[in-house]
């Protein structure tokens, strides 16, 4: 896995975007990093995964506090981050982990 887990998670999602555009076209998700946290001191990376149809979004959050962990939470568009978020070894997560995300929660 590449040294930088952010870039490595977002070759994965976009990846896992283009297998679901390929295979699901109703379901076109926005894929978007965010940096706000990194701007208001919070040393985390934040990644959303929306799909605008169903209004339902995945949060993916790599924590510097937390390394090699990913922490993930699947919410509305309207709820934007909940309390509870699940975690896994980012070394278990792989194109397919997104896409079978994707594909079960917004399809």
């Keep these: 896995m590449s040294e930088d887990p952010l870039k490595a998670l977002s070759d994965m999602a976009s990846d896992a975007h283009a297998r679901i555009q390929a295979a699901h076209q109703h379901i076109n998700p926005v894929v978007e990093v965010r940096r706000g946290m990194r701007d208001s001191g919070i040393p985390a990376d934040v990644m959303t995964i929306d799909c605008l149809r169903t209004r339902r979004r995945i949060t993916l959050i790599l924590h510097d506090e937390q390394p090699g962990v990913l922490l993930y939470q699947f919410v509305t568009i309207e ?6 978020f699940k975690q896994m070894a980012l070394s278990d997560v792989d194109t397919t982990t997104l896409f079978d995300w994707i594909q079960d929660y917004f399809g």
């Design 79 to 84: 709820d934007e981050v909940g309390d509870d």
